[in-house]
């Protein structure tokens, strides 16, 4: 895949297997004509080839963070036993990452199966109960707390492996046999593992073909043959020894030491203060205010939901990758009592051809129903409880949650120190510290890494260090709640979107919203009785109910979003001012820019915050501690801060140049 290029999305197949009669024969791959490990056991393979073959667990010992990237993620079992490994090992890395590529994944039910006598049956367990829905994105597990991290990559291995942002210590390559499956050992997929190797690098595979261990020479790799296992006579071990660096962008270092600060305590702010605490660090999370979401962040409740859209384009695939995220780890939240449900949400769908035409989308795409479903109006109504006036998507992953409650949760996650009402009114940097001033010029904190998520404050601090200016404006948004009359039961089961949207709280309120006008932050704070009535509305179009004519019984709130000028997030590290990058920098792919070092940012979330910021939040606290990217780099790309210098730059080159550059 050429540098720059954006992934296309294919439909991703459940894998055919099939299960023999007797418990000991190992399951096979009818598509691959192959099976799965070998008859003396996937447990024996993944300790003799893939553990030891990468001297593991030796090769973690003391270390804060060790990553693995496997080809073939297959059932599971290599990462089970790595898993296993970790946990009986005293002297563990602190964190491990596990990153595995896998184009026929398992349904949830034949992985299940596969481990019915699995030698690791907790752990299996917990893989099984956090299997994800097949749809092609990275998935990003957390196991013991995050300090074991499964990234599953779920397509093609070609288009995926060169997506991956990580630098790997340890190669699983783990495909089915080279003359079933060529493409999983491609000499150019071969050569991409140089680019994704980190110093030490080691590799291990179970097979000894001429062809793959020249492969691997060819990409920088010192191949030597070891003794097999199981019939094997032979298997390939190998060590990066690159004979010349490969082109591209170095890989990020890890940060010297292990504070952090983060500026904003809004859902941005928690998310990210809680991603970075996960990976090991102390973080600090100043904010103006003396209590957390007092901002945008503060309303009642919100949603959360995916997005479909006929060519999966970047925003489909974005908002999907979110969406999975936000559902596991608001799902969690609620189950610890915070108010909110993740059982289903319905949003209406005008367009033409109706229902038929959404299941033939679905249908094209391959997207599963357990993440989104098409339903006529009749089958909508029936989940929802009241009549909807259209079909409607169904995400039974989606759902509601009150956005101050949760952000409160995730700034108690241990690592996280909350400082209030402190207004941080400049930034310098010195001796590889970022340095926080009050409105006095006193120092108030000071660390290698500073992430800004305080909306558009973010961008007035970093104006005044000569960063680039993005397109930035807000929005002023009302949503209106009521309590029906007791006893009345709530009709109303589901959140239900389209055109504003509805909500039953859990204490029997309705919630609906949200109003969309221009406005600055302190404009007209006050709910108004007209947008009051707008949002009534809608509802009764959207739903049918009807709220209390009295409107004393109405209640509301007022927020400001901030959005970008592409309607994207903002997020990712802060890029040099053209004016201070070298003749000659290439100015046409934002992961080519200059960055200044530690700096980073989280903003501009939108309307659609509690769907963004857990994703967006791993996001950067990955790329700010050197750790696999949650994210595809060329989605990555369509958030990054310094997207904008490279649409000025080919505006300014005009069409049809080949590469656009800082003058010399």
């Not at 099984?128 to 599953?152: A, I, K, S, T």
């Not at 901002?295 to 969406?323: I, K, M, Q, Y």
């Amino acid at each position: 895949m050429a540098r720059g290029a954006v992934v296309k999305t294919h439909p991703v197949t459940p894998a055919h297997i099939e299960f023999g009669s007797d418990a000991d024969e190992p399951p096979r791959a009818p598509d691959f004509d192959d099976l799965y490990h070998p008859r003396v056991g996937a447990a024996a393979q993944a300790g003799h080839v893939f553990l030891r073959g990468n001297g593991l667990p030796g090769r973690w010992a003391g270390r804060r963070q060790f990553t693995i990237l496997e080809t073939g993620f297959g059932l599971g079992n290599n990462f089970l036993a790595t898993w296993a490994a970790w946990r009986r090992d005293p002297s563990r890395c602190e964190r491990l990452h596990f990153v595995s590529i896998e184009r026929q994944p398992p349904r949830r039910e034949d992985l299940a199966r596969a481990h019915a006598a699995s030698p690791w049956p907790e752990l299996a367990a917990q893989l099984v109960q956090d299997w994800p829905p097949l749809v092609p994105n990275l998935h990003p597990v957390d196991f013991e707390g995050g300090r074991v991290q499964l990234l599953l990559a779920l397509g093609d291995v070609s288009a995926l492996l060169p997506a991956l942002q990580l630098a790997a210590d340890a190669f699983f390559l783990d495909g089915f046999a080279p003359a079933r499956n060529p493409a999983m050992w491609a000499p150019r997929l071969l050569r991409t593992l140089g680019r994704k190797a980190a110093a030490d690098a080691t590799a291990a595979t179970w097979s000894v073909a001429q062809a793959v261990r020249a492969g691997l020479g060819a990409a920088g790799f010192e191949v030597r043959l070891a003794a097999g296992i199981g019939g094997k006579r032979e298997i390939t071990m190998a060590k990066w020894a690159p004979r010349f660096v490969p082109r591209g962008p170095a890989p990020a270092a890890a940060p010297p030491g292990r504070d952090a600060i983060v500026v904003g305590a809004g859902l941005a702010g928690a998310a990210v203060a809680a991603a970075l605490a996960r990976l090991g660090a102390a973080v600090t999370v100043f904010d103006r205010h003396p209590e957390p979401a007092a901002e945008a962040s503060g309303n009642p409740a919100g949603l959360f939901h995916g997005t479909v859209n006929e060519e999966d384009g970047t925003h489909a695939r974005l908002f999907r990758a979110a969406a999975l995220v936000a559902q596991r780890e608001y799902r969690a939240a609620i189950g610890l009592g915070v108010p909110g449900s993740a059982d289903g949400l319905l949003r209406l769908e005008t367009r033409p051809g109706g229902a038929g035409a959404m299941r033939a989308t679905l249908s094209r795409l391959g997207l599963p129903a357990d993440y989104v479903q098409a339903l006529d109006a009749h089958a909508a109504s029936r989940l929802a409880g009241v009549e909807l006036p259209a079909d409607a998507w169904f995400y039974p992953g989606g759902g509601w949650i009150a956005p101050a409650t949760w952000a409160r949760l995730a700034l108690a996650t241990p690592g996280v120190r909350l400082v209030g009402g402190m207004s941080i009114a400049a930034l310098s940097r010195d001796s590889g510290q970022w340095m926080l001033h009050d409105r006095s010029g006193r120092t108030v904190a000071q660390a290698p890494v500073l992430v800004l998520a305080n909306a558009a404050q973010a961008a007035r601090l970093l104006a005044a260090l000569g960063a680039p200016l993005w397109p930035l404006e807000h929005s002023r948004g009302q949503v209106t709640w009521w309590a029906p009359p007791q006893p009345q039961p709530l009709p109303l089961k589901l959140p239900v979107a389209g055109d504003g949207y509805a909500l039953p709280l859990a204490d029997g309120r309705v919630l609906c919203g949200a109003t969309r006008a221009a406005g600055e932050p302190g404009d007209d704070a006050a709910p108004r009785p007209a947008d009051h009535r707008h949002n009534l509305e809608r509802l009764q179009r959207l739903t049918g109910l009807a709220a209390p004519t009295d409107p004393g019984l109405l209640d509301g709130r007022v927020g400001w979003r901030l959005h970008s000028g592409d309607r994207l997030p903002i997020a990712g590290a802060v890029p040099w001012p053209v004016d201070r990058m070298a003749p000659g920098q290439r100015l046409d792919q934002a992961r080519l820019l200059p960055r200044e070092p530690g700096l980073y940012v989280l903003t501009a979330l939108g309307a659609r915050g509690l769907t963004l910021a857990p994703l967006l939040g791993r996001l950067v606290a990955a790329m700010a501690t050197a750790t696999p990217w949650p994210l595809e780099q060329d989605l990555a790309d369509a958030v990054d801060p310094g997207r904008w210098i490279v649409r000025g730059a080919r505006a300014a080159a005009g069409a049809g140049s080949a590469a656009w550059a800082q003058p010399g």
